[in-house]
């Protein structure tokens, strides 16, 4: 391990050929029975490139990609990013009026979307809406490799011209993150910032090439997207996508494949320690490395993951969509310091906890965590006052968590930004999703908070005011928010009440409403 930043491509497609060059002939991605080297996965790059500029493409536009992770999203991506454009990932688990939302505020040319995941259709959903900006929706399952024909292959002159012309400052993606508004932000990242931070965040937590990297943290998410298959091409290791978590599943793959690394929430890892101690014997010998966050982990758990599934290295983190990774444990810390920190800066980060005006704080102080590093965002799409906001002239991001760094620099998160909490380690906030529920005809208001909850960390609790003379039950709004939002954001529970709490300036008190909660 080491403290100082690596020299990596300077492009997530230049990651993708130099991977090429260095290791053609090394398994680069396993989907399901088939499997590609890293010289055919360029050359399938290269070859939807050139299918996305017979079409139309290019440079500075934007394609959204809408599927589970698989080969076709990985080329997807990787051919728009040749050409210039930049991918919009958006979340498997999204309802019609959430993708429109983000396909038009993105502006996006061309959507690549499944036709066959959990029993949704997302192409059908979306197919008779109006977005401005579309000129087509592609099947990213049935009719991909019909797209990739029209083009000219992977020696298309325009696809080498494209790649000559790409450079680490042309932005590589714009990812919705909810906001406290109700309106997510779309933080928008350059390649170099990709490659760079993932690059040094795969060394930290000992990613190392020729590696089989199962992904289960979902593709339109950082973790699985970033910290994943592209952080496999920068390292040389096999990509061995999870289109979903499923326990069986996942444990034939780790036997079958010899995985070695596999990150996730620890809900994965709760589970696999579930089917050995129900008494089965499973061969995790090849396991080596977790990557966990987004919900604590006890010691306990960390030492029986060191004991039963094998695991030489265990670390945690902390990250956020507005500047990718940010910190992470070592490897050798102790079960202590993996359980209640999120671990150290990675190079070329500055982190610091201030006061409510900003001051820095000394060491085990309470405060903010406040931001500084390359991988910043560039801001917010179409969105300068939220940029300012979030980000100062200084440059550093203020994250609005609240924590204490210790005098090694570990980084403790005490408390979340304000009102946000976890759901199987989704970002939920509830500006966003009471918005999405008094779409209901038969609400007046709605206020939700999150509430423990052993398998999920916690769920969403709706208490909802009903307009006059409308008649509901909870199993009905349930039912509707599972229709018209991501199921994470859909409430588990709802409470029907005549008031909320509120201070005199009419806004409501969350924190009475989790003391309700609490009582019940």
């Given at each position: 391990?080491?403290?100082?930043?690596?020299?990596?491509?300077?492009?997530?497609?230049?990651?993708?050929?130099?991977?090429?060059?260095?290791?053609?002939?090394?398994?680069?991605?396993?989907?399901?029975?088939?499997?590609?080297?890293?010289?055919?996965?360029?050359?399938?790059?290269?070859?939807?490139?050139?299918?996305?500029?017979?079409?139309?493409?290019?440079?500075?536009?934007?394609?959204?990609?809408?599927?589970?992770?698989?080969?076709?999203?990985?080329?997807?991506?990787?051919?728009?990013?040749?050409?210039?454009?930049?991918?919009?990932?958006?979340?498997?688990?999204?309802?019609?009026?959430?993708?429109?939302?983000?396909?038009?505020?993105?502006?996006?040319?061309?959507?690549?979307?499944?036709?066959?995941?959990?029993?949704?259709?997302?192409?059908?959903?979306?197919?008779?809406?109006?977005?401005?900006?579309?000129?087509?929706?592609?099947?990213?399952?049935?009719?991909?490799?019909?797209?990739?024909?029209?083009?000219?292959?992977?020696?298309?002159?325009?696809?080498?011209?494209?790649?000559?012309?790409?450079?680490?400052?042309?932005?590589?993606?714009?990812?919705?993150?909810?906001?406290?508004?109700?309106?997510?932000?779309?933080?928008?990242?350059?390649?170099?910032?990709?490659?760079?931070?993932?690059?040094?965040?795969?060394?930290?937590?000992?990613?190392?090439?020729?590696?089989?990297?199962?992904?289960?943290?979902?593709?339109?998410?950082?973790?699985?997207?970033?910290?994943?298959?592209?952080?496999?091409?920068?390292?040389?290791?096999?990509?061995?996508?999870?289109?979903?978590?499923?326990?069986?599943?996942?444990?034939?793959?780790?036997?079958?494949?010899?995985?070695?690394?596999?990150?996730?929430?620890?809900?994965?890892?709760?589970?696999?320690?579930?089917?050995?101690?129900?008494?089965?014997?499973?061969?995790?010998?090849?396991?080596?490395?977790?990557?966990?966050?987004?919900?604590?982990?006890?010691?306990?758990?960390?030492?029986?993951?060191?004991?039963?599934?094998?695991?030489?290295?265990?670390?945690?983190?902390?990250?956020?969509?507005?500047?990718?990774?940010?910190?992470?444990?070592?490897?050798?810390?102790?079960?202590?310091?993996?359980?209640?920190?999120?671990?150290?800066?990675?190079?070329?980060?500055?982190?610091?906890?201030?006061?409510?005006?900003?001051?820095?704080?000394?060491?085990?102080?309470?405060?903010?965590?406040?931001?500084?590093?390359?991988?910043?965002?560039?801001?917010?799409?179409?969105?300068?006052?939220?940029?300012?906001?979030?980000?100062?002239?200084?440059?550093?991001?203020?994250?609005?968590?609240?924590?204490?760094?210790?005098?090694?620099?570990?980084?403790?998160?005490?408390?979340?930004?304000?009102?946000?909490?976890?759901?199987?380690?989704?970002?939920?906030?509830?500006?966003?999703?009471?918005?999405?529920?008094?779409?209901?005809?038969?609400?007046?208001?709605?206020?939700?908070?999150?509430?423990?909850?052993?398998?999920?960390?916690?769920?969403?609790?709706?208490?909802?005011?009903?307009?006059p003379g409308a008649q509901a039950d909870e199993a009905g709004i349930i039912a509707w928010a599972r229709e018209n939002m991501a199921n994470y954001k859909a409430p588990k529970s709802v409470a029907f009440v005549a008031d909320l709490p509120r201070n005199a300036g009419g806004k409501v008190l969350r924190d009475e409403l989790r003391a309700m909660a609490a009582k019940h």
């Amino acid at each position: 391990m080491t403290d100082v930043m690596g020299n990596w491509p300077e492009t997530i497609p230049g990651a993708a050929q130099e991977a090429a060059q260095k290791w053609p002939n090394q398994l680069a991605l396993i989907d399901g029975e088939r499997s590609w080297t890293f010289a055919e996965l360029w050359r399938d790059a290269r070859a939807t490139a050139s299918a996305l500029i017979e079409s139309g493409l290019k440079p500075g536009d934007r394609v959204s990609v809408w599927g589970p992770n698989c080969r076709n999203w990985i080329l997807a991506s990787l051919g728009t990013q040749i050409v210039g454009a930049a991918i919009v990932p958006l979340n498997t688990r999204f309802k019609a009026m959430e993708a429109v939302d983000l396909i038009t505020r993105s502006h996006s040319k061309f959507v690549f979307a499944s036709t066959v995941f959990r029993g949704v259709d997302h192409r059908a959903m979306i197919a008779d809406k109006s977005t401005p900006d579309l000129q087509e929706i592609v099947s990213m399952d049935a009719e991909f490799d019909a797209f990739v024909a029209r083009g000219k292959g992977a020696d298309d002159p325009r696809v080498a011209s494209a790649m000559a012309a790409l450079n680490g400052d042309d932005i590589s993606d714009i990812i919705f993150t909810s906001g406290t508004t109700g309106a997510p932000k779309g933080a928008i990242t350059t390649h170099r910032q990709v490659t760079q931070i993932f690059g040094d965040w795969a060394t930290r937590v000992d990613l190392r090439q020729g590696d089989n990297y199962l992904i289960v943290n979902p593709f339109f998410h950082t973790f699985g997207y970033k910290a994943g298959w592209v952080g496999c091409l920068v390292r040389g290791c096999t990509i061995v996508p999870m289109p979903m978590f499923d326990v069986q599943e996942c444990i034939r793959m780790i036997e079958h494949h010899k995985i070695n690394f596999i990150p996730g929430p620890p809900t994965i890892y709760q589970s696999l320690l579930a089917e050995i101690g129900a008494g089965k014997t499973f061969d995790f010998s090849s396991l080596r490395v977790a990557v966990t966050g987004a919900a604590p982990v006890p010691p306990a758990m960390v030492e029986r993951m060191r004991k039963e599934l094998g695991m030489q290295n265990i670390v945690n983190g902390y990250g956020m969509t507005e500047c990718g990774a940010i910190c992470m444990t070592c490897q050798g810390d102790d079960a202590e310091t993996i359980a209640y920190t999120c671990g150290k800066a990675l190079p070329g980060v500055e982190m610091k906890i201030v006061d409510d005006d900003g001051n820095d704080l000394p060491a085990n102080t309470t405060g903010e965590v406040w931001v500084r590093s390359h991988a910043v965002t560039k801001g917010y799409l179409d969105d300068p006052e939220g940029t300012a906001k979030a980000i100062d002239p200084q440059g550093w991001l203020h994250t609005g968590d609240v924590g204490a760094m210790d005098e090694r620099g570990y980084l403790k998160i005490t408390d979340r930004k304000k009102d946000m909490y976890i759901s199987g380690g989704f970002n939920c906030y509830p500006a966003e999703i009471e918005k999405l529920l008094q779409a209901n005809p038969a609400i007046e208001v709605a206020a939700v908070i999150g509430v423990p909850d052993e398998r999920m960390g916690e769920v969403g609790k709706a208490y909802v005011i009903l307009r006059p003379g409308a008649q509901a039950d909870e199993a009905g709004i349930i039912a509707w928010a599972r229709e018209n939002m991501a199921n994470y954001k859909a409430p588990k529970s709802v409470a029907f009440v005549a008031d909320l709490p509120r201070n005199a300036g009419g806004k409501v008190l969350r924190d009475e409403l989790r003391a309700m909660a609490a009582k019940h």
